[in-house]
């Protein structure tokens, strides 16, 4: 059974960089066929797509977040990260990491979700 | 791309059916056929019940069925039972290997 586990500081200081890494278990991060990706959800919020990432690189990110957001992988280790640079208050937020289907777009896995929280 | 509409609430007494719409643009959901839904209760990860606008994976209940016609998607989960009571997100492909999510609408069972 996949499993997916997102690790990294609960807190982060304002205007610094919130670094997450998520951990894939039961499964290699190496295929063909899924993306790896981030989701955000703040309180009391729907979903927001950050992005994903193949395992060999070649990153999508929300244009949204696209400045700030930069994704890399560690096949070695079965690994993924996300690094949000600058932050604010409006990143809080409990971040999933998930499974992408390449060719049904869904995500049919998903990590127990981490809270991150911005102090200022 | 702005996020697809929801409505923020639902409800229905256990037996009944609900419907939830799912509204985009031609850009995602009226141009592909990829839209997913999940249901999450509170405090869990979101778990996929819908995919590819009709699609359920092995082990979701056949009384969650999904639609789509034109701009807009549609869950309709028949046979309301209390375990139904969550929130559930839909979303679609927009191309350039982007998703969009909606906003969410919570489920009541009465």
């Known amino acids: 059974q996949l499993q997916l586990q997102e690790s990294g500081p609960g807190l982060v200081e304002s205007s610094e960089t919130l670094s997450l890494t998520c951990t894939v278990s039961?499964?290699?991060?190496?295929?063909?066929?899924?993306?790896w990706a981030w989701i955000r959800q703040a309180p009391g919020k729907g979903l927001e797509f950050i992005g994903t990432?193949?395992?060999?690189?070649?990153?999508s990110y929300n244009p949204s977040l696209k400045s700030r957001v930069t994704f890399s992988v560690a096949t070695s280790k079965n690994q993924f990260s996300l690094k949000l640079s600058s932050v604010t208050a409006a990143d809080t937020a409990v971040y999933f990491c998930a499974r992408q289907a390449v060719a049904a777009t869904d995500f049919d896995y998903w990590g127990q979700g981490t809270l991150v929280t911005v102090s200022s | 791309q702005s996020a697809l509409t929801q409505p923020a609430s639902v409800s229905g007494s256990p037996g009944q059916s609900i419907t939830i719409s799912c509204t985009g643009t031609s850009s995602d959901v009226g141009r592909y056929n990829f839209v997913s839904w999940y249901q999450q209760h509170p405090g869990k990860a979101p778990k996929l019940i819908i995919s590819e606008v009709t699609k359920r994976p092995s082990g979701v209940s056949n009384r969650f069925s999904g639609y789509k016609s034109g701009n807009t998607a549609s869950l309709t989960i028949s046979g309301l039972q209390a375990d139904d009571e969550a929130t559930y997100h839909c979303?679609?492909?927009?191309?350039?290997?982007?998703?969009?999510f909606g906003g969410g609408t919570k489920v009541t069972v009465l």
């Open positions: 979303c679609s492909y927009a191309g350039n290997a982007i998703s969009i």
């Open positions: 039961g499964g290699s991060i190496i295929t063909s066929d899924y993306f």
């Open positions: 990432v193949y395992y060999s690189g070649s990153p």
